[in-house]
């Protein structure tokens, strides 16, 4: 796929964006996210998936369980856009395989592949990038919700060696979040016609 086209097929979001930028982009596209959901924006666009992948048959059981048990009406529209400001690394909606823009198995190979990549970060390396990304987002004054809570849970999951994180509740119950994590490089090779 050309840069054009993948950038055709992401939402509103932009690639580049400073962080006051990318925040003000993802409120405007997701109104009911937390620091939560930025940091896990954030965080996906420098690490990748949240663990490498040992075990492919599995994984391809979750996806398959995952395709048969999610009503299509219940996804966004988008069919891919960047995680966070640099999009590094793409969410693939499950919707671009329910409605056949990829296969299952050509999205399986490319989560795996990317969840695998060897040039991943260190946890130390991603912290430091927070820290740098979180004091920008408190120097903004922004309102959002259990912003203290989010910040405190943040910095203690990263105080124990570790990075990933859920979406918040509010923003699972809002946004219906069906996807699988792809390098950008990755899903620009596969040419797909989104």
Excluded at 60 to 74: F, G, H, N
Excluded at 156 to 184: D, F, N, T
Aim: glycine share 6%; aromatic share 10%.
């Amino acid at each position: 796929m050309s840069a054009i086209l993948l950038a055709a097929c992401c939402t509103a979001m932009a690639w580049g964006q400073d962080v006051e930028g990318f925040v003000k982009s993802m409120l405007q596209q997701y109104p009911e996210a937390r620091l939560l959901d930025i940091y896990k924006s954030c965080f996906q666009d420098y690490m990748g998936a949240e663990h490498l992948v040992g075990d492919t048959a599995t994984v391809k059981r979750y996806l398959d369980q995952e395709l048969a048990t999610t009503a299509i009406e219940d996804l966004p529209a988008w069919y891919c856009e960047p995680c966070g400001m640099n999009g590094n690394y793409v969410r693939v909606n499950l919707r671009a395989v329910i409605e056949g823009r990829i296969g299952a198995d050509e999205l399986l190979d490319a989560f795996i592949a990317s969840a695998n990549d060897p040039a991943r970060p260190t946890v130390e390396q991603w912290t430091e990038q927070w820290h740098i990304i979180a004091e920008r987002i408190d120097s903004m004054g922004t309102t959002l919700p259990h912003y203290d809570l989010d910040r405190q849970f943040i910095e203690q999951v990263l105080s124990q060696g570790k990075y990933a994180v859920s979406h918040s509740p509010e923003y699972r119950a809002a946004y219906s979040p069906h996807y699988r994590i792809v390098k950008r490089e990755l899903l620009e090779r596969l040419r797909l016609d989104f």
